[in-house]
Each structure stands twice: as C-alpha cells, then as structure tokens.
C-alpha cells in the first residue's frame, strides 16, 4: 500500500489543478448564465480536499500508525461528498469525486490490512 498512496497522492495534486481550472471555468459559465448553481465552488472545495489528500498521502505513506489512514478517509470522504452533491451542471465534478471515493476506499483497506498485520504479529 505504500507504493498506492506514493502513486495517488502525487496523482491527486496534479489532478487538483486541473479541478480548479475546471471548476474556475464552471464557476464563470454559473456566474454569467445566473443559474444559481454552485458546482464551481464546490470543485474548488474538492479540489483543495484532492490537495490536502495528496500531501498526506505522501507524507504518511510509511507510517505504522492508522491516524494517516484516518485523515485520509476524512479528506478523501470529504471530498467524495462536497463533489457528488455539488456537481450541478459541472458534470465531471462526479469523476473526480469517483477519484476521491475510491482513494477513501482504499485508505481504509490499508487500515483494515494494518490491523490484520499487527494482530497475527501479536
């Protein structure tokens, strides 16, 4: 799991400027066509998830610990949320709140996987 966390954390922080950019644009077309949509704020919200996520992945992927597991499904599932209730029409905000799932997801298989390790060690 740590090569995981290496390969999504940096693939996560790259993703996020593309979000933003993204969601900068869905946030013009939402301010000039006054539809009261919120979807470029929202991916702005992801997007910053999508950063802190990444970097916390880098930084914790060799930890023994489970609080970088934890902090990972919190940003992680953050952002899943934010994206999936904010995606109006920015209809790619879902695909990157997919990201931000399965990133969650598999933050606590890690956990899950840690806990089996240290008990058959114990």
């Known amino acids: 799991m740590k090569i995981w966390k290496l390969v999504s954390g940096i693939l996560s922080i790259v993703l996020c400027l593309v979000v933003v950019f993204q969601s900068c644009a869905a946030g013009f077309v939402n301010a000039v066509e006054d539809n009261g949509q919120s979807s470029g704020s929202g991916g702005v919200m992801v997007a910053i998830m999508m950063l802190s996520g990444g970097i916390v992945s880098i ?3 060799k930890s023994q ?6 902090a990972l499904i919190i940003l992680f599932g953050l952002g899943a949320l934010i994206g999936f209730s904010l995606a109006g029409n920015f209809a790619d905000l879902n695909i990157w ?3 931000c799932l399965i990133n969650a997801i598999l933050a606590v298989v890690a956990m899950i996987k840690k806990k089996n390790k240290s008990e058959q060690e114990g």
Do not use: D, F, L
């Open 65 to 70: 610990g489970k609080g970088g597991n934890i």
């Open 97 to 99: 709140a997919g990201w």
């Open 59 to 61: 930084a914790t992927r």
